[in-house]
């Protein structure tokens, strides 16, 4: 039987023929709130750790008083709240937002957390680690069971570490400027303020340095690194959510800095699909539609692609 938890490269099939099965591969995921990093830190130490190595942790503190460019200059130019933490704009990207109770208003807790890549969790917590009720052990929970929760807790708003489309169109959402959400004139104000746009950003090279947690069994104690064969699975993955997140927002505004950025993102992210000979490669790149992003991810599960692509790959040593 596989399980879950035994490789990358399995359960990225298996979750995926699991998850397409119930028609839950596509925009059907609810959104719950977040429930903040103090929750998941109850069990999942070696990840906290890691994460509080991290930009993304560090920034709590820092983005406020960062000079370089300057964060004042760019929230006044956005309008709202003078306040980072606060201004609705801000949030959307740079925090972890968390209300105490139902009802009361959202507060910063903390810079990008566990949520913000693996879904906001107050429909999925309870449901993601239950292998059958009380008592029930993970060596216990009969396959039947562990497909209806990956499906329950996905539905609820779940993103699995190997549904790998996912997460990389999350990363690519806040690192692309690409977020529903945020307002077309106060964006174009925010880039004309010194809001920095990488569009060399690059899904293997920003998740495999101090991002990088990967603590799978058999030895749950150790922080794998990826072979050459998911180093590229991965950043096909990536390029792919480039092309579809660039695509979806280029027409967006006028911004010449914002324009140019995201024509260089489809121009990148073209090149390196392009030297895919997978037919669903050549589709994605006519019609960069989600639909045939998961196409060509899903085609791709499990092959090696290090020979079409490796040479694109950045080197272990550029890790962010
Ligand atoms: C009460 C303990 C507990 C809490 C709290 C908890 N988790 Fe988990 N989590 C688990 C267990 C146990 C598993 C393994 C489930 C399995 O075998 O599929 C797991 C699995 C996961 C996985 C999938 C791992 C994989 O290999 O596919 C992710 C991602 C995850 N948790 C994230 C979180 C996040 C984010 C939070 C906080 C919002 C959180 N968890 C809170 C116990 C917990
Ligand atoms: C669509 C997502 C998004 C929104 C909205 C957003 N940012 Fe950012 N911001 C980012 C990302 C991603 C980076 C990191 C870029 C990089 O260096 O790769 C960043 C970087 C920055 C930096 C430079 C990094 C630093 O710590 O010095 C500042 C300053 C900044 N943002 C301020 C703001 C302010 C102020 C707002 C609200 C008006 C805001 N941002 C809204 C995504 C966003
Ligand atoms: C920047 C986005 C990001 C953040 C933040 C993040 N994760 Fe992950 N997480 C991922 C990705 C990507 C993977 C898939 C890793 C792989 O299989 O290569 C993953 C994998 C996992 C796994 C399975 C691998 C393992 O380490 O056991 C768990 C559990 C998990 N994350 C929990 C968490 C928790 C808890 C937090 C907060 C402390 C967190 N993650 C923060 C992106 C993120
Ligand atoms: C909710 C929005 C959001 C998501 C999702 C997100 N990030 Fe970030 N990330 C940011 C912001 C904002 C910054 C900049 C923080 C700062 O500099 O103040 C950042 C910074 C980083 C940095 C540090 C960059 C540097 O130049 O040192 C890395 C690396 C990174 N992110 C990787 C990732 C990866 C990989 C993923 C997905 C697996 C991801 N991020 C998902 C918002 C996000």
């Known amino acids: 039987m596989i399980t879950l938890r035994s490789g990358a490269v399995a359960a990225a099939i298996v979750l995926g023929l699991v998850l397409a099965g119930a028609g839950l591969s596509g925009a059907a995921r609810a959104q719950g709130t977040m429930v903040g990093p103090e929750v998941c830190a109850e069990c999942h130490k070696a990840e906290v750790q890691v994460w509080e190595g991290t930009v993304h942790f560090k920034s709590f503190r820092e983005l406020h008083k960062s000079k370089d460019p300057d964060a004042k200059a760019i929230v006044e130019a956005a309008g709202g709240d003078k306040n980072p933490k606060k ?14 109770k139902e009802g009361d208003e959202a507060k910063a807790v903390s810079g990008p957390a566990c949520e913000s890549c693996h879904g906001a969790a107050s429909e ?43 997460i990389a169109m999350n990363c690519m959402n806040c ?28 899904l293997v090279q920003y998740s495999q340095g101090t991002v ?23 950043f096909v993955a990536g390029q792919a959510a480039k092309l579809v997140s660039a695509a979806a927002v280029v027409g967006k505004s006028d911004n010449a800095k ?21 037919p669903e ?7 960069p539609t989600v639909e045939n992003a998961r196409k060509l991810v899903d085609a791709i599960a499990g092959k090696d692609l290090s020979g079409e692509v490796g040479g694109l790959l950045p080197a272990a040593g550029t890790y962010k």
């Open 87 to 100: 201004n609705e704009t801000c949030t959307l990207c740079h925090y972890a937002m968390v209300a105490k």
């Open 124 to 166: 999925w917590v309870k449901i993601h680690n239950d292998y059958g009720g009380p008592g029930v052990k993970a060596a216990d929970e009969t396959p039947e069971h562990k497909q209806q929760r990956m499906q329950q807790a996905s539905a609820a708003g779940m993103i699995w570490p190997a549904q790998k489309f996912d």
């Open 175 to 202: 690192h692309g400027m690409a977020r529903p959400g945020l307002d077309a004139a106060v964006l174009a104000k925010m880039m004309d303020a010194g809001h920095p746009i990488k569009p060399e950003y690059e």
């Open 212 to 234: 990088r947690h990967r603590f799978y069994p058999p030895d749950v104690t150790k922080n794998a690194e990826m072979t050459p064969a998911e180093l590229a699975n991965l």
């Open 258 to 278: 914002y324009k140019a950025a995201q024509e260089q993102r489809l121009a990148d992210a073209k090149a390196a699909l392009g030297k895919l000979a997978a």
């Open 281 to 287: 490669a050549k589709a994605l790149i006519d019609a």
